[in-house]
């Protein structure tokens, strides 16, 4: 059990470099959040608050964040929960890939008439790979990056399903009681998902369900 416990802290703690002993990534006043907290301390709020943001500093400028340490806690909150969901969606996609070759013929086609073999793409050309966002909206209905979840009540309420003998009539929820739910069971239920053939069931890797 120790070593089990051992190896869930090893695999769960943050790397090395971010760990906040020294000039750790966690320290509000060490060097590597000095330019961050810089740029965002200096960039000016827009006098309307409907300006497009293109970055995640903008976005706390024009909130009038100035707090150095809750500049830094927002960052953090970015870089580890982008890391592994990010990581994990990126490896079920080339999973899928990898078992679809008319799907990677698709996507290469779509990027290479949108974008080139070569180019940097922009902003609005992203918006137009269209087969590309239905592929990744696929992975993320397969393999949701949070696949349960818990939320607790703040009150006492009732849920409209869930009671009586067959499971369909309101059921009560009091104050503080947690609540257990599954996206990876939602994303595959066959009532949400019909099986024909066109698209097919909800166990297979479709992105064409998404046109």
Not at 26 to 42: H, I, R, T, Y
Not at 63 to 70: L, N, Q
Not at 134 to 157: C, F, G, K, Q
Request: glycine share 6%; with cysteine.
């Amino acid at each position: 059990m120790a070593d089990c416990v051992d190896s869930y802290k090893a695999s769960h703690s943050p790397p090395r470099q971010l760990r906040s002993k020294g000039d750790g990534i966690f320290n509000v006043d060490g060097e590597k959040w000095q330019p961050f907290v810089k740029d965002a301390l200096q960039m000016e709020a827009p006098e309307s608050k409907e300006v497009f943001n293109p970055s995640f500093l903008r976005a706390l400028s024009v909130a009038g964040i100035r707090d150095r340490k809750f500049i830094r806690d927002q960052c953090i909150n970015i870089l580890l929960a982008d890391r592994d969901t990010t990581a994990g969606t990126l490896s079920f996609l080339f999973l899928e890939l990898s078992r679809g070759p008319d799907i990677v013929k698709k996507l290469r086609r779509e990027i290479m008439e949108t974008i080139g073999p070569e180019a940097m793409p922009s902003y609005k050309e992203l918006k137009h790979l269209s087969y590309l966002k239905n592929t990744i909206s696929e992975v993320l209905r397969l393999y949701p990056a949070l696949p349960y979840n818990v939320r607790w009540s703040s009150r006492d309420t009732t849920l409209p399903r869930g009671g009586g003998p067959d499971g369909t009539q309101p059921i009560g929820i009091e104050k503080n009681t947690g609540i257990g739910y599954s996206t990876i069971f939602l994303h595959r239920r066959p009532d949400l998902y019909p099986d024909s053939p066109d698209p097919p069931d909800p166990q297979t890797f479709c992105p064409e369900r998404w046109e």
